[in-house]
């Protein structure tokens, strides 16, 4: 009996009975026979139930406890990330002068562990170093820190002594939240032997010194060595020496204004001496940022398939895409394409964008900590070129129809069907490169919202927002990737207003479609493809002027605007100019390096 419902495993069971000769004419309801039955459905149910647990529990698409899924993951070579801690860059200066150090100071360590405070949404956090640094001071016994990078958690320290005669020694991490990238190991017994982190298989022999880290239960850290064979093992007796961070992730992003609280010591005639005076107040040169929560189940099952498919090496898109967030976790979309899809191609590139997680762009140093990392995997030859995002806004009108008998208050109405709005809008459907905003299903959530509702009309605006180079001559190409619906009569694009240098006056895009195209079988309508783009102002009687009557072309198919030269010289808009189209469908998809945002701010009529 496999049925997981008790009363259909009991009246199986009960059917079994009465097909067997000797119970034809049992009266399974009225006697004490029925306890039986309901004991003996009862425990089917139970074996059926942990037996159905158990198999979902062996595949990683259906496994839901996370040690199973990291345990499936690791068949396969996969390793879930880690927490990672935030990271800032700090530069600050202390004095080590012969007035205070006799004889001066040849050089000033700052000691791995605590450096600084810092605070961050209402809170402080502790950043710490992995590892000691050491600067030397210069001829006025001024000694800089300069660029440092340090990482919030504290910095803790576990030893094991290594024992032989226990046939299965594990070296367990006792804290989670640990950042496994701030892992350091090393053994100590007749000679200190430094550990690095395992990358991969080739050049380890016997003598390689090399650990790997596995996550365990509890989302704790299992630290394990070679064999011998394929990478050295600690020998019997010696001390390992384990220091890593402990972090609270992405809580710390944003953390600045930071106070000195580390140790820094000088070396001075041939002693160690504690700096506690005369240090600088540090400058923060970049805020904390791309801390991160430890890997989550759903992200695991949806990487580790593909990342074992890509081999670890980037050769497809797929393979990029696959790839990047297992290397930089502050990822929330990637989108990858060869330039042979380009028109005109580009062969040997591959052209790169990502959505990161913290932000709306990806800062020039994660674009070079990436590309330095991929270099790794991928193919000589082919050169990785990174776009940042567009963001093609969608923009909505509303207006909801509701039977009053059936709706007690309005504004909480209006507030619902807003709250349903903004949950679409972070739906998967549409926070992905390649997303899809599906207006059936936008139209589905807003009626879904409450019995009263009897309809809504919903219409969209396609958004792309230029920003314009001020003062200076310069072309600009705006792709939309979705076709715009176009009326022979022109005004299809809408714009903020803006000025250009040598008119007087606010002025506006609009477009001019060109009439030159008739439909088959309808000789008096036409289809406008492509038009021109001109540039207007309104006078006092509010009629309109085109001011420049060739300002650039539209193509309506392709969902494409180019604007020739024009000095541009103020924006209505803080540092933007808004134009807008309305979609010929309306489903939009966001295509190559476009990213759709659901505008939540848009206008709900009821």
Known sequence: FTNLDFNDIREQIKDYLRSNSNFTDFDFEGSNFS????????NSYLTAYNTSMAVNESFIDSATLRENVVSLARNIGYVP????????????????SQSQFPGGARSVVLKKGVVALGGANNSNYIFSIPEDITSTPNSSGTVAFSNI????????????????????QK????????DTSTIRVKTTGTAVEEYTPYTNIFNVDAETRLYLVQEISDERYQILFGDNIL??????????EVTYLETTGDAANGASNFTFSGQLVAKSEGKDRNVTSNISAITTLQAAENGDDIESIDTVKYLAPRVYASQYRAVTSNDYSSLIPFLYPNVESVSAYGGEELDPPQYGKVFITIKPKNGDFLSDVAK????????EYTIAGIRQEFLDLKYLYVEYDSTVSYDPGKVTSTEDLFSRVQNAIINYSKSTDINSFGGRLKYSKLLRQID???SGITS????LIMRRNLVPAYDVLANYELCYANAFHAEVEGFNIRSSGFTVSGIDGTCFLTDVPDTNITIPGRPFQVAPTTGSISVIKFNESNDITTVIEDAGTVDYVKGEIILFPIKISSTALDNRIEIGVTPESNDIVAKENLYIVLDTTGKSVL
Request: charged share 25%.
């Open 448 to 450: 879904n919202v409450d």
């Open 231 to 240: 990478g050295k093992k600690p020998p019997n007796g010696s001390t390992i």
């Open 456 to 459: 809504n009309i919903t219409n």
């Open 171 to 178: 070296y367990i991490l006792p804290n989670a939240n640990i």
């Open 35 to 42: 306890v039986l039955i309901d004991t003996l459905a009862y």
């Open 81 to 96: 990330r880690s927490k990672k801690a935030a990271a800032a860059r700090i530069t600050f200066t202390a004095n080590v």
């Open 368 to 375: 070079d900590s990436i590309k330095s990392k991929l270099k």
């Open 149 to 168: 990078e340090i990482l919030e958690g504290n910095l803790l320290k576990k030893k094991f002594l290594v024992n032989d005669s226990l046939p299965d």
